[in-house]
T-cell receptor, first 115, second 110 residues
Framework: DTEVTQTPKHLVMGMTNKKSLKCEQHMGHRAMYWYKQKAKKPPELMFVYSYEKLSINESVPSRFSPECPNSSLLNLHLHALQPEDSALYLC??????????????FGDGTRLSIL | GESVGLHLPTLSVQEGDNSIINCAYSNSASDYFIWYKQESGKGPQFIIDIRSNMDKRQGQRVTVLLNKTVKHLSLQIAATQPGDSAVYFCAETRDDKIIFGKGTRLHILP
């Protein structure tokens, strides 16, 4: 079992739907991340939150909207997604944002399918 | 652009033998490296890390070697077991981000 919990594990949605992915950690980590992973590819960074503030947005389309309500929670709001957005969405956390010398701890992801 | 990569997409190893997974990186300024294991249906799991001021670091059944001269990183798994079957990613840190390599799928032969 991972210490980063993601819900739901699977999500199927239409292109006009609005849904949210949720991530929770109780390790006292102050940096949280969203990644997208396509099949047979490495994870690709989408967003970084540091101390509940968005610090990095890797030019992600606005149909993905992150939110960090508090230091333990991270959401990813989805709206008007495209079929190519189907992927595994991974959440991770680390002690602080400075990636040097700090491993990130990952959840098991949400498998998203866009119809 | 520059990225961390792996030499082989797949590696097959006999159960009980040692496994060696290799990774080449291109950014000589990178100062922290991590190996992750990703099993089917799960997120990446931290295995071991190493800082650039070290050449070798050992964990339980795993060893990471760093050769900064040729910018090469390797993961050695001793006495490979069926539970080691997974995709292994090396990663480097750059600009406060972790950049993943392409991954090597490790197959364990009975």
């Amino acid at each position: 079992d991972t210490e980063v919990t993601q819900t739901p594990k699977h999500l199927v949605m239409g292109m006009t739907n609005k849904k949210s992915l949720k991530c929770e950690q109780h390790m006292g980590h102050r940096a949280m991340y969203w990644y997208k992973q396509k099949a047979k590819k490495p994870p690709e960074l989408m967003f970084v939150y540091s101390y509940e503030k968005l610090s990095i947005n890797e030019s992600v389309p606005s149909r993905f909207s992150p939110e960090c309500p508090n230091s333990s929670l991270l959401n990813l709001h989805l709206h008007a997604l495209q079929p190519e957005d189907s992927a595994l969405y991974l959440c991770a956390s680390s002690l602080g944002q400075g990636a040097g010398n700090q491993p990130q701890h990952f959840g098991d992801g949400t498998r998203l399918s866009i119809l | 652009g520059e990225s961390v990569g792996l030499h082989l997409p797949t590696l097959s190893v006999q159960e009980g033998d040692n496994s060696i997974i290799n990774c080449a990186y291109s950014n000589s300024a990178s100062d922290y490296f991590i190996w992750y294991k990703q099993e089917s249906g799960k997120g990446p799991q931290f295995i071991i890390d190493i800082r650039s001021n070290m050449d070798k670091r050992q964990g339980q059944r795993v060893t990471v070697l760093l050769n900064k001269t040729v910018k090469h990183l390797s993961l050695q798994i001793a006495a490979t077991q069926p539970g080691d079957s997974a995709v292994y990613f090396c990663a480097e840190t750059r600009d406060d981000k972790i950049i993943f390599g392409k991954g090597t799928r490790l197959h364990i032969l009975p």
